[in-house]
Every structure is written in C-alpha cells, then in structure tokens.
C-alpha cells in the first residue's frame, strides 16, 4: 500500500539531524568493490533505497555483502562472483541508474554484463550515450536487444583516448572503473571532477590503480592487472546538507546537520549566505538558520563542480519565493528539472519557466524546447496542497514547502524521497514537524 504523508506546516523546524554518506558515492564505491580480489570494508553507509537496489545487485553476482545498518559498516566480499540472469537483474534494479556502471566490473569479472531498462529520477532523457560510447573504445561489443543492452569484452578491455562532450558524473565513473583494470593507458578529457569522483579515485588508489587527475579536467589512469580491497568511510552527502540547510531557512528554523563537511559546499555556502541564510562550522557538523529580516532575491545558475550543483536548485528555488523581489534560476546540467514548480505553484508561488537561457553562461539547452530558466517572484504566503512526488530532489523541495505553508498538505510519492534522504520521515518529525503518516 501507498503511504501517505500529511504535514501541518507553519512551524520552525528547530533540533538536530545526523547525515551519513553519500549517496552520489555510496553505492558505487559498493561497485567498486566487484574490482578486488579481496574483501573490503566501507563506512558511513546509509540506509537509503539505492544501497539497498546495490546490495541486491552485488549478492545475484555473487559478492557476499554484510551491513550493520547502525554504525553504518558494510564488508563486501567479491571473491566469488558469477553472472546473474538477465531477469533477475531487471527485478533487482529497481529504477536505478546503478546498473549502467556495473559494466566495466563485470565485463573485467565474467567477460559480460547486461543492463536493464534504466530508470533514475525523471528530471529529462538521461540518456547513456557517453556510458555505452566509451566502454566501445574500451573494445567493449554493445549488442541492444529488447530486454535491455548486452555488453561482452571479448578481446578483453584496453586502455583508450577519451573525451566526454559534457563533464557527466556517471560517464566519468564508467571510465574510472573500466580503466583501472584495462590493458595500458587511459586519458580521459573533460572529465567530471565532483567530490564523489575524487572519493572515488581514493578508494581506487587504495586497492592498487594508479590515476592522476590533471587541474584541466584531464584523468590519465594506468592499467593494473589485479586490484585488492579498500577500506573506506564515505564523504557525508552535501545534498542533503543543503536540503536541511534550506528547510531551516524556509521555515525560520534552526538546524545542527551533524555529520555535514564545509569543504564540499563552497558554492552553496555563498549562496546561502547572499539570500540571507547564516551558518556556523564545528567538527562534528555545521548548523544553519534563517538570519532574521527579509529574504534576498538573486541570480543563480546550475553548474559542474565547483560550480551550484544542480541538486540544491529545487530547495534553494523554494527559499527563493520568499525572497523578497525577483529571482532567476538558470538550470544548466539538465533540461528538465523544473517539473517539480508545478506543486509550487498551486501552492502560491509565483514562477515562471522560460526556453531561453536567462544567466550569462549560454547552455547546451538554449536553442532547444526545454523550459529551462525560471523567474520567481517573491515573497508570497505558501499554503498547503495535495501534491504526488514527481522526482528525488524535487520531492523533498516540495516537503520543505509544506512545512513552511500555512494549513494542511497531502504527500503521496514519499518512496521516491527514501531512495536518497535516510529517514527522512522521523528526522522531520524530530525537528518538531507537525506531520502524520497513514497507508492508503
Ligand atoms: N548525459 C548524456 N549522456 C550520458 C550521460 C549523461 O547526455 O550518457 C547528460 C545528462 O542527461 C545530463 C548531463 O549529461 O544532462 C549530466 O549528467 P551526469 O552523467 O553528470 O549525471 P548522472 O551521473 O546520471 C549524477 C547524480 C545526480 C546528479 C548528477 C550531476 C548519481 C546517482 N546521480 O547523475 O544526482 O544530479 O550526477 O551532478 O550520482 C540526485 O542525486 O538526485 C541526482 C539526480
């Protein structure tokens, strides 16, 4: 049965949250692991949905993986892995993304890999064009067939000459673990260059690859023939730092993110504090409050690392209708990552989507149909709604805005926000929500 979430809004959100690792690393460090002959040991793992889908990925595999989901320790043991069916892979993933990136892994493992129809958040096509373009010049045969895509080595896999036309997170992890074990030398140009990659290429370093990141966004990887285990802790997840940062904002609140790391939130940070929002850094965490007086309204644009990430547009979007003027927001990273405004709106914001690219970087998807670029007017006085959860991020941008409003809204959807906020639903609760959960 479907759960529904209903939340009385109009209170401060005041307490503390703890946020583990991340989940843009956790669950392909859990990949990674497939590389070793060894067992390895990863820490701070979170019980999110997609460590759950990986789980269930690696044991059809053979990878024999344990958790203890309190202190967060997971051991994940390769040394005996086989290639699942082909439907038993389709049951288990679920609508991840995470497949795609078992292929270098497997292909290196059991000389194939197949994968299923990718799901992931609908925020555009997401498309795996980059992925299935450069495990081809890794001498990898791409067979697609109705059920999903084939992928055999059977020359084995060789190191290439490699430039993405966008800096993709996910592409630029498909090269790391297809290069580490490959035959000879891989460049990478354009590579993305996020914290979770360099989390990444650290615990690849630790089992035995050798890859130099270059300050142009070039990664050189020299192949090794046998990788061992790592033992690891994850970096905290920025992402969900900066969504509990933006629901204390919205709500005037006060919240101490233990766990949280400044390093990896620079750009948000500034932003943060431009639109009136304050913060304070300790060792073990940062808090963040609403500075008191008006909001304030301002330009923002999406970007690739160090840039905004496009992960904290849709709660800063809902901070921004209480600022106070008019703000605009240039989606750079994907097409259609606006979706989510549409529950915003019913609910009293005041914002407008626009094709054109309203920021002074022109996008890949300014000539093109996307309403990409957003105009919110503010402040108005949000009231509740009954909203279906479209997306990760968007969902949790849309709990923040209930929380805020005044009166009653119902949430349904509330699944899709578990596959990346770990207990969410009790942390909310603990901030002093006024919220209620029921099947229905
Ligand atoms: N792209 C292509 N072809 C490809 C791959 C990507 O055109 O083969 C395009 C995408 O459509 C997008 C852009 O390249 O327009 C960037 O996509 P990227 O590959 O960087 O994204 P991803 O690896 O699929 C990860 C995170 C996203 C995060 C982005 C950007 C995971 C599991 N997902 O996605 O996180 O927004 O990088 O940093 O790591 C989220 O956490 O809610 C989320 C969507």
């Known amino acids: 049965m479907a759960k529904l979430l209903t939340i009385q809004g109009g209170k401060p959100l005041r307490g503390e949250v703890h946020v583990r690792g991340a989940k843009n690393l956790v669950p392909k460090s859990m990949v990674a692991s497939l590389l070793g002959s060894e067992p390895s040991e990863l820490r701070n793992v979170p019980e999110i949905k997609d460590v759950e889908i990986v789980t269930n990925l690696l044991s059809i595999h053979g990878v024999k993986v344990d958790r203890d989901a309190a202190s967060g320790v997971m051991t994940l043991d390769p040394r005996e892995t086989y290639s699942a069916e082909h439907t038993e892979i389709d049951t288990h993933a679920g609508d991840s993304r995470i497949p795609i990136l078992f292929c270098g892994p497997l292909m290196h493992k059991n000389g194939e890999a197949f994968i299923p129809d990718l799901g992931g958040c609908r925020i555009g096509d997401r498309p795996i064009n980059y992925h299935l373009e450069v495990l081809r010049n890794f001498g990898a045969v791409v067979d697609k067939r109705p059920t999903g895509i084939h992928i055999s080595a059977p020359k084995g896999l060789r190191g290439a000459k490699l430039e993405l ?23 990478l140009k354009n590579s993305a260059v996020e914290p979770e990659i360099h989390d990444l290429i650290a615990i690849l370093q630790q089992m035995g690859a050798i890859i130099t990141v ?17 033992r690891h802790r994850s970096i905290p997840d920025r992402n969900e730092t900066a969504s509990w940062a933006s629901a204390a904002l919205v709500t005037e609140g006060d919240i101490y993110v233990r766990g949280a790391a400044q390093r990896d939130l620079t750009a948000f940070l500034n932003t943060y504090r431009k639109i009136g929002g304050e913060f304070e850094v300790d060792d073990d965490g940062m808090r963040f409050w609403h500075a008191g007086g008006p909001l304030n309204p301002l330009v923002l644009e999406t970007d690739v690392h160090p840039g905004f990430m496009t992960d904290w547009q849709q709660p800063m ?23 989510f405004t549409e529950a915003l709106t019913r609910m009293g914001s005041s914002i407008q989507l626009h094709r054109e690219c309203l920021g002074s970087n022109p996008c890949r998807f300014g000539q093109r149909n996307f309403l990409h670029s957003a105009v919110i007017s503010g402040p108005v006085t949000l009231h509740g709604a009954d909203i279906d959860v479209p997306d990760l991020r968007g969902g949790f941008s849309h709990l923040i805005a209930a929380l805020a409003a005044n009166g009653t809204s119902n949430v349904t959807g509330i699944e899709i926000i578990s596959r990346g906020y770990e207990h969410f639903i009790d942390k909310i609760a603990g901030l002093g929500a006024d919220i209620s959960i029921s099947e229905r």
């Open 165 to 187: 036309p966008f800096p993709s997170v996910g592409a630029t992890e498909q090269v790391l673990l297809t290069a580490v074990l490959a035959e000879g030398i891989t460049e």
């Open 214 to 230: 270059y300050t142009d966004r070039t990664i050189r990887i020299e192949g090794v023939s046998r990788l061992s285990g790592f």
């Open 317 to 339: 979007v809902v901070a921004l209708t209480q600022a106070n003027g008019v703000s605009i927001v240039h989606e750079t990273v994907y097409e259609n990552r606006f979706g």
